[in-house]
């Protein structure tokens, strides 16, 4: 039995803000410093020194780019083509985030309303929307302006009006799913109207989905516009945005092809810079993208050690942790979850890992294998030995053939980590598929012995049943019969029993002993209950704060813990009978550790 300090833990980190997060994105900080400079200039065009937009020149017509006095040279009237350039955009960022605005203020208003109110209300608006989505949008906002006439205001309302549809049903959808929350039926009990509480509950949660649907439209919009502007029907002489100088210039495409190429290539940057700017807002605004950098997923866990370990150990049991540590970047750093963690788990042995919510269970587990999502997830020290062998080197195909292979994993929550859409046998089939070359029908039939292995009554039949048609006990069976599934050396059970009912975790406890013991696994049991680890573990590591305080024999840590967390948490064990007594215990434990 071993005992080792515990350092403080780690202050609570800095979370980044959304300018931070924004910049953490490439593509969307390029959009945004692209973007930006352009509506910067488009701003300042009264002030800058370029000619007259409007201004004719019949003699230096056709000018080609850098000629004196023309930076892109001129069109063909003459017209300086920068000067039309920066104004021409500054019309079409305001036609383009004008109808943004129309739109969403009319398509939000409307999905609320209808997704809030539902029944006959909801029926009657959004029939109406299905009839404008009828048709095809462009058609119809070139209907609209050839019946209101010719434009740049006209063509302003006719590109709204088709883009409400589209905010409509977003807002309608997310206003459905929220209308029925909790915190809105307790609004309604404490006798707030129905406007008050669309406007002061359900709005504010709508607002992000409102915000996000508004940046990635704006580059439609400015593009429609530029569409009905080339055919005539938007800007009229002289006023010029960046689609009439594009149909303006289409005449001269083979004789001064720079007249339409320049407005065609700011339109081009115009919109993607936005769209770029438009989903890195949407990443901003999701509240689970803040715990970490908002980087693409990777395909296996990052690993940054400073040492690399040495590639095998002599005479190694079925598991060895080395110094394992690791932790989550939050943009200025890494934040240790788990340090200098180092255990040993031989074959047919049983080792629990125990501490309180947070400590770093379940880190420690996802690490062996490299399974903790990054970003922001990194490794950044330690070894882990599968018989002798290190797997945090080894390629990523390597590391994929160890898992569920040699070692497999039994989760704690199988209605989250079971496939809705396929029933239980195809699930644990397509595990066997995985790593086995063998025929469906085999595979399907090996499927249901390892269901009936697991004490799934009626196997044959229940193989075709989808994960919510089992129960919980059912269901974590099925877990075990997928870890089971080709015979692995190591099986890692992270809190297999802690949302089931107590005779329902005794039975798989006694399922999980018994295929230990059949089967000469060696199981890595995660769990907060120190009743489990006097039931099935052989020996037990006590984890707080990301450290193992304690690690040994389990009957000796019980007889004799040697540290004060491990004195609590044994503490927290009540005895049958005992009442009262259970308090009086306790109490004196936590007052002397200041809790």
């Not at 406007?199 to 530029?226: D, K, Q, R």
């Not at 599968?386 to 070692?407: C, D, F, Y």
Request: aromatic share 4%; charged share 15%; net charge neutral.
């Amino acid at each position: 039995m071993s005992e080792s300090p515990v350092t403080a833990p780690s202050p609570a980190r800095k979370r980044r803000g959304n300018m931070q997060l924004l910049m953490a994105n490439r593509l969307a900080a390029a959009g945004l410093f692209i973007f930006g400079f352009i509506v910067v200039v488009a701003l300042l065009a009264p002030v800058l020194p370029i000619p007259n937009p409007d201004l004719t020149d019949q003699p230096n017509r056709l000018l080609p780019p850098l000629s004196q006095g023309h930076l892109l040279g001129t069109d063909h009237l003459g017209r300086d083509i920068l000067s039309r350039l920066i104004w021409g955009t500054q019309v079409s960022l305001l036609v383009g985030i004008s109808a943004t605005a129309l739109a969403a203020l009319f398509g939000s208003l409307i999905g609320l309303v209808a997704g809030y109110a539902r029944g006959a209300t909801d029926s009657v608006l959004m029939r109406l929307v299905d009839m404008l989505m009828a048709f095809p949008y462009i058609l119809l906002a070139i209907a609209i302006v050839a019946a209101l006439g010719p434009g740049l205001l006209n063509a302003l309302y006719a590109i709204a009006l088709v883009n409400i549809p589209f905010f409509a049903r977003n807002i309608r959808g997310v206003t459905v799913s929220i209308r029925n929350r909790e915190f809105v039926d307790a609004a309604r009990l404490s006798g707030k109207s129905h406007a008050a509480i669309l406007f002061t509950e359900v709005l504010p949660n709508v607002l992000p989905v409102i915000v996000i649907t508004m940046s990635t439209t704006v580059g439609w919009m400015i593009l429609e516009t530029a569409g009905l502007s080339f055919l005539g029907l938007g800007a009229q002489p002289p006023t010029s945005d960046l689609g009439s100088m594009l149909g303006q210039a289409r005449a001269q495409l083979f004789t001064a092809p720079h007249a339409s190429i320049i407005p065609g290539i700011m339109i081009f940057v115009l919109v993607m810079s936005i769209n770029l700017l438009g989903d890195g807002i949407r990443d901003v605004l999701d509240p689970r993208l803040r715990s970490g950098a908002l980087d693409r997923p990777m395909a296996v866990t990052r690993i940054e050690r400073k040492t690399k370990p040495a590639p095998t150990l002599a005479d190694a049991p079925a598991l060895v942790v080395d110094g394992l540590s690791a932790g989550f970047d939050n943009g200025g750093g890494v934040t240790p979850a788990v340090r200098n963690i180092s255990f040993r788990l031989g074959k047919g042995e049983c080792l629990g890992l125990i501490g309180e919510s947070g400590s770093g269970k379940s880190v420690t587990a996802l690490s062996l294998m490299g399974l903790v999502a990054s970003p922001p997830g990194v490794i950044t020290a330690g070894g882990v030995y599968i018989e002798g062998q290190e797997v945090l080197s080894l390629r990523e195909q390597e590391l994929i053939g160890l898992r569920g292979a040699r070692v497999a994993y039994v989760f704690q929550d199988p209605l989250t980590t079971l496939h809705p859409l396929f029933a239980v046998g195809e699930q644990i089939a397509e595990a066997i598929l995985a790593h086995q070359k063998m025929g469906k029908t085999a595979a399907h039939a090996r499927a249901v012995e390892l269901m009936e292995s697991v004490g799934i009554r009626d196997a044959a039949s229940r193989a075709s049943a989808y994960p919510h048609e089992l129960s919980g006990g059912q269901r974590q069976r099925i877990g075990i019969a997928m870890a089971l599934a080709n015979e692995p050396d190591i099986i890692i059970a992270d809190e297999p029993t802690t949302a089931l009912d107590v005779t329902v975790q005794a039975r798989i406890l006694e399922l999980l002993d018994a295929l230990r013991r059949e089967r000469g696994l060696a199981l890595l049991l995660i769990t907060h209950d120190f009743g489990v680890v006097a039931q099935v573990c052989d020996r037990v590591a006590v984890m707080r704060h990301g450290e193992i305080v304690e690690q040994g024999d389990t009957q000796d840590i019980l007889r004799d813990p040697q540290h004060d967390y491990t004195k609590r948490l044994i503490a927290c064990v009540p005895e049958l009978g005992e009442g009262h007594g259970f308090l009086d215990r306790v109490r004196p434990l936590f007052k002397e550790a200041g809790a």
